[in-house]
C-alpha cells in the first residue's frame, strides 16, 4: 500500500519561509520522479515543482522560480520543498506526489500517488 504523508505547513508572515516534508512509503522511493503541487480555494490544482528519480534535474512554475527549491533524500524516502520569501498568493493546500515517468512533467496525469496535502497559509 503506497501512502504519500505531507508535513510542515502552517501559518506565516508574507517573507517567511517553510520547509514542507513529504514522507512515502510503499514502494522503493528512489525509483520515482516526485512532484510538489498546489490547490488554493476556487482553483484548479496547480504544479509547483519536480524533481527526477536521480535528483540531478528539477523544474519549477515561473512563480516560484528562485523562492523555493525542491529535493529529496532517498535514504529517508523523503522529499523537500523549501519555501522562502513567501508572498499570500502561495496561499494553498500543498500535496506531493510520485511519477512512474521519466522527465520533469508538470502535468497532472503523470503522476499516479498522491498524499491528502498540508496548509500553507501566508498572511500579508
Known amino acids: 500500500q503506497v501512502q504519500l504523508v505531507e508535513s510542515g505547513g502552517g501559518l506565516v508572515q508574507a517573507g517567511g519561509s517553510l520547509r514542507l516534508s513529504c514522507v512515502v512509503s510503499g514502494r522503493t522511493f528512489s525509483h520515482y520522479g516526485m512532484g510538489w503541487f498546489r490547490q488554493a480555494p476556487g482553483k484548479e490544482r496547480e504544479f509547483v515543482a519536480a524533481?527526477?528519480?536521480?535528483?540531478?534535474?528539477?523544474r519549477y512554475v515561473d512563480s516560484v522560480k528562485g523562492r523555493f527549491t525542491i529535493s529529496r533524500d532517498d535514504a529517508a524516502n523523503t522529499v523537500f520543498l523549501q519555501m522562502n520569501s513567501l508572498k499570500p498568493e502561495d496561499t494553498a493546500v500543498y500535496h506531493c506526489?510520485?511519477?512512474?515517468?521519466?522527465?520533469?512533467?508538470?502535468?497532472?496525469?503523470?503522476?499516479?500517488?498522491w498524499g491528502q496535502g498540508t496548509q500553507v497559509i501566508v498572511s500579508s
Open positions: 506526489a510520485t511519477s512512474s515517468l521519466y522527465g520533469l512533467g508538470s502535468d497532472i496525469s503523470r503522476y499516479d500517488y
Open positions: 524533481i527526477t528519480r536521480s535528483g540531478t534535474s528539477t
